[in-house]
C-alpha cells in the first residue's frame, strides 16, 4: 500500500457503512487468579480474519509487589503466536530454549508448528516491585501444507519495527506491510498486523487490498461514515471497499486481517489443525509427556478433562 497523509481527511463515503461484516463485543473469560481477559475470536459467527483464529485482550490490570502472571508450561500445535504489549513485561521461555523478555511495542512471533510447549511469567524484577499489564495474544493458523513445520521463534524489538508518523497519527507495523512500510517479521502465509493511535479528529484509512480485514479498538472511540464505535470492539469488514475511520477521541486500536486459509480450522484447548484426528494425536502426547520440555521449569498444565 502507498499511504500519503493528508491535510484533510475523508470522514467516509457512502460504502463504508456497507462494509462493515461483524461487530464482536469482546467475552470476558476468567483465566484464573483473577486474571481476566476479552476474547473476540473466535466467534460465534465468524472463526477467523485472515488467518487470526484467536484474540485476547488483557488488563488493564495491577499486579501488587510479589504478584505475576503465571502461565505454566503448555503446548501448542498448527499456530503461531503473537504477543504484543501496550504496558508491562512478560517472561518468555519454550521448550526450543528461547528465553526472551517480552517488552512494549515488541513482536513476540513463536511458531509451534508440529508442535511445542512454552510458559509466560512476570519477570522477576516487575514482580518484585509490581507492575501493570495491558497486552493482546493472538493466534495465526498455519495454511495447509505449512501446519507441520518445525518449530520458530522470532523476537523484533519496538524499536526494529517501523512506525509511520504524521500529525495526530502513530501507526507501528508488527506484521506484514500498511502504511506503506514493512515489518521484518517473516510469515508463512500473507497477513498484516498494525498498531494505530489518533489523536481526536485524526483519520487514517484501512487498506482495501487485503483479503480479509478488521480493526480491533482498544480503547477511545473513533467514527465510520455515519456510525461510532467505542473500544473494546472487533469491527470485522467485508473485502474491497475503501475504509476511513476517525478518532472522535484519542483512540489505540489494532488493524489486522490477511489472505483467506483454505478452510476451517479445529480448535480444541491450545491445538489448532486443520484434521480432528491430528488434535487427538496433540492431546495424547501432552497427556503422556511426549512434547519436549521447557527448560528452567518444573510445572504445567494438565490436559483438560
Same mark, same amino acid.
Given at each position: 500500500m502507498?499511504?500519503?497523509? *493528508?491535510?484533510?481527511?475523508?470522514l467516509?463515503?457512502p460504502q463504508s457503512c &456497507?462494509?462493515?461484516d461483524l461487530?464482536?463485543?469482546?467475552?470476558?473469560?476468567d483465566l484464573?487468579?483473577?486474571f481476566?481477559?476479552?476474547?473476540?475470536l473466535?466467534?460465534?459467527?465468524r472463526?477467523?480474519?485472515?488467518?487470526f483464529?484467536?484474540f485476547?485482550?488483557?488488563?488493564?490490570?495491577?499486579?501488587?509487589a510479589?504478584k =505475576?502472571?503465571d502461565?505454566?508450561?503448555?503446548p501448542?500445535?498448527g499456530?503461531?503466536?503473537?504477543?504484543?504489549?501496550? #504496558?508491562g513485561?512478560?517472561m518468555?521461555?519454550?521448550s526450543?530454549g528461547?528465553?526472551q /523478555?517480552i @517488552?512494549? $511495542?515488541?513482536m513476540n512471533?513463536?511458531?509451534?508448528?508440529?508442535?511445542?510447549?512454552?510458559? +509466560?511469567?512476570?519477570p522477576?524484577?516487575?514482580r518484585a516491585?509490581?507492575?501493570?499489564?495491558?497486552g493482546?495474544?493472538?493466534w495465526?493458523?498455519?495454511?495447509?501444507?505449512?501446519e507441520e513445520i &518445525?518449530?520458530t521463534?522470532?523476537?523484533?524489538?519496538?524499536?526494529?519495527? %517501523?512506525?509511520?508518523q #504524521?500529525? =495526530?497519527?502513530?501507526?507501528?507495523?508488527?506484521?506484514g *506491510?500498511?502504511?506503506?512500510a514493512t515489518?521484518?517479521?517473516?510469515?508463512?502465509?500473507?497477513?498484516?498486523?498494525?498498531e494505530v493511535?489518533?489523536?481526536? =479528529?485524526t483519520a487514517?484509512?484501512?487498506d482495501?487490498?487485503?483479503?480479509e480485514?478488521?480493526i480491533y479498538?482498544?480503547?477511545?472511540?473513533?467514527?465510520?461514515?455515519s456510525?461510532?464505535?467505542e $473500544?473494546p470492539?472487533?469491527?470485522v469488514?467485508? %473485502?474491497g &471497499?475503501r475504509i476511513?475511520?476517525?478518532?472522535l477521541?484519542p483512540?489505540r @486500536?489494532m488493524?489486522l486481517g =490477511?489472505t483467506?486459509?483454505? $478452510? %476451517?480450522?479445529?480448535?480444541w484447548?491450545?491445538f489448532v489443525s *486443520?484434521?480432528? /484426528?491430528?488434535?487427538?494425536?496433540a492431546?495424547? &502426547?501432552w497427556?503422556?509427556?511426549?512434547?519436549p520440555?521447557?527448560?528452567q521449569?518444573? +510445572?504445567?498444565?494438565p490436559?483438560?478433562?
Open positions: 502507498s499511504w500519503q497523509p *493528508s491535510a484533510d481527511p475523508i467516509g463515503d &456497507d462494509a462493515l461487530v464482536v463485543v469482546p467475552r470476558v473469560r484464573g487468579d483473577g481476566a481477559v476479552r476474547r473476540a473466535p466467534h460465534g459467527k472463526q477467523m480474519v485472515g488467518p483464529i484467536f485476547d485482550h488483557f488488563g488493564p490490570v495491577q499486579f501488587l510479589g =505475576g502472571m502461565v505454566r508450561p503448555h501448542h500445535i499456530l503461531a503466536t503473537v504477543t504484543y504489549l501496550f #504496558d513485561h512478560i518468555h521461555r519454550d526450543e528461547n528465553i /523478555e @517488552m512494549p $511495542g515488541a512471533l513463536m511458531t509451534a508448528g508440529r508442535g511445542i510447549a512454552h510458559s +509466560e511469567r512476570t522477576d524484577v516487575q516491585v509490581g507492575q501493570k499489564m495491558l493482546l495474544q493472538s495465526i493458523a498455519l495454511p495447509a501444507g505449512r &518445525d518449530p521463534f522470532q523476537h523484533f524489538d519496538a524499536t526494529r519495527l %517501523p512506525v509511520v #504524521d500529525t =495526530g497519527l502513530s501507526a507501528r507495523v508488527i506484521a *506491510s500498511a502504511f506503506g515489518s521484518p517479521v517473516e510469515m508463512v502465509s500473507p497477513w498484516f498486523y498494525v493511535t489518533l489523536d481526536a =479528529g487514517a484509512p484501512l482495501a487490498d487485503h483479503e480485514r478488521a479498538l482498544v480503547d477511545g472511540e473513533v467514527q465510520i461514515a456510525e461510532r464505535f $473500544g470492539r472487533l469491527l469488514f467485508r %473485502p &471497499d476511513t475511520v476517525r478518532a477521541k483512540t @486500536m488493524f =490477511g483467506a486459509l483454505e $478452510g %476451517p480450522r479445529h480448535i484447548w491450545n *486443520s484434521s480432528k /484426528e491430528r488434535i487427538e494425536q492431546k495424547q &502426547d497427556k503422556m509427556g511426549r512434547f520440555h521447557v527448560p521449569e518444573h +510445572e504445567f498444565i490436559l483438560p478433562e
